[in-house]
């Protein structure tokens, strides 16, 4: 890009702040720029009202009310589970030589102590506390998010509703922002400040939040905002009735009423759906002009004569689905498909149908499976699928575990041509691998959102290839819309006939700790009627970190671990003479498979795993799964798990342990998936309960989201009005001369996205 002009959101920070604030900001918010600092937007706001004195409280009243902060403690509840917070605050604000240690404790034992000791409950100990007024009692049901926040000597805002509990006036779970230091005149300053909403912005104990309104307000009164980059076109702009930048930085950051930040925010949500959808739009026009090698089908090739073998009728979806991939790899253009089925709606065979017509016209096709056990059973199906067929298509695996020898033979087949279907780990991706004529990519990602495995794969002149990723996981129009743009997206609705039931129970040993013993009982009826049982646990050993709990609570309970179970179940009289097997994931690739292949063939009676059997493994008589410490595990994982059961002729058995109560914090979930199995169901639970950086990918890029306000699964209209825009927008000027500040954004967000890679190979 030629000479693109300095912008003013790319000016540090220091020309416009002092440095020793600038350099503040940087340390304890990592903001640079004017820019980000212009958006770094507060988390909510408060109304401000008058601030009140404790002895002037009216019942029923909203209020906010600036007070320190005396006791922190927290006491677990008799009638429900779980703990409250209880923080009792004074009117009186500390003198200025406390404020500046707020939070510390300090040494001296002052003369309060006892009557401290006596509200904290035993608590915290007691620090210099200042002179206290009147007192106040404030109830928090977020235990340990108030408690973490909240700490004794704190000038805190609380702002609630007046109510009253034993005789005392309280607020209950008010919202509050700890602030900097007391600012008991501010309110009366400015007539209309009064009714305006204080910003609470995403603070640190050493940068409050008003530290940083004062921040935000002096860089919005240094820089003219008409001359910041404003990605959104004035027509869309004038379309949808939006803001304008300037309007919505200072509408978020200084809102004059309640409703201001509300339409900033609808600003800033329609300008990242934009740069985003035109990002896709732009990628999209690109796919489409690419070309690649098209197979046609043949008459009485290897696909029509799999048909014909095939044991049981393919299911309406599978010939629909079949068919779009058939006309889709018959074409020049590359096919990226998304093909989506729960677990055993059988995605599988129908990429082994879009292989053989790839082979039927002189392609290979390669499988990419997320691990080796998953790929070595791909490779034992498939051949047992194809039956005779498999010798004449020629079927190889890859896998890095592989022995030398075979790996050789493997890499030979795979350069002549000799292998049409190639499955494998990633080892497909390593530079010693060259394929003959590679025509099709299958990326089999189980339940991931399909947008973590990377690959490399392309056609022998370095372009691209037709490609199809299989997920188990359903997801939602507008997920798949945002995540992955232009793809196609297939979906697999109906499950094959025969498949048998399989019911969940959740088992809390909290209510019942005799039920322990039942399920090992439970186990032993299974192995005596000939089947067999998986016990899947969190934890690999005793010493392994387990899974950080979903909701978050921060009890430490010890987890089930797989050597622990080991160890237990070989004890235990009523499992005896059972063969017990384990696997996890810290177990080689030949170990894992060599497990797995026991498993399968049925010289395993119960095997101890990790969720490293999550994914994909086929073992239909199989008729029993206990999950210890369910509570543990994601939605998506514990519909995975259970996947694995109720794939023969048996009806299944899917237990889910946990050592919560049934109003634990995670029951819901489990509840959920006790409930239903139907995939679409519980993929929207996990998705509305994951953060939205999760859900693209891109939790671990270290980043920020290129969504910031803009949720996938809330702002939906949006997402689509957005899409409209900008593919119109894209057609028409597709190098977008015309809008170069939305070219900028877009260019940004490409570097940034992590949807990009989509588009690789
Ligand atoms: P997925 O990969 O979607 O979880 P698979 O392709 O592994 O499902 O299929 C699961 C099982 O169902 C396999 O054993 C497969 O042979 C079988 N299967 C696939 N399609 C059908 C069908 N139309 N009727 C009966 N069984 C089927
Ligand atoms: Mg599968």
Redesign the pocket.
Known sequence: MAGAPERREDQPLRTVLHPKTADAVTRYLGLETVGEVLEYFPRRYLPRGELTRFSDLVLGQEVSIISRILSVSTRRLHTRRGSIAEVTVTDQLAPEENVASTGQASSGQGSFAPRLDGLAGGGLPAPDVGPIGETMTLSFFNAWTASKDLAVGDHVMFSGKVNEYRGQLTLTNPHYAVLEDPAPGDASEDADMATAPLPVYPATAKFTTDRIATVVGRVLDSIDLSLLDDPVPDDLRAKHRLMSLPEALEAVHRPRDEDEPQQAMRYFRYREALVLQTLLARRSAVLDAQRTLSFQPREEGLRERFDQILP????DG?RQVGDEIAGDIALEKPMNRLLQ?????????VALRAMLQVADAGGQSAMLAPTEVLASQHYR?VIK?LGPLAEEIGVVVLTSSMPTGAKRQALLDIASGSAGIVIGTHALLGDDVVFAELGLVVVDEQHRFGVRQRHSLTARDGGPVHRLV?T?TPIPRSVAMTVFGDLAVSV?NEL???RQDVSTHVVSLAEHPKWETRLWERAREEIDAGHQVFVVVPTIGEDAPGPRLPDGDGQETPLQSVEGMVRKLSALPVLSGIRLGSVHGRMDGTEKADVMNRMAAGSVDLLVATTVIEV?V?VPNASLMIIMDADRLGISTLHQLR?RIG?GELEGTCLLVTEQDHDGPSMPRLQAVASTRDGFELSTLDLEQRREGDILGDNQSGRRSTLKNLSVLRHVKTIEQAREDAWRLVDREPDLSGHPSLLRAVQDAGEQSTTEYLYRG
């Open positions: 049981f009728r393919l299911t599978q089925g729960d677990v055993g709606s059988g995605k599988t065979l199906s699928t299989m188990a697999l094959p006939a025969g994909g086929d996947g794939r």
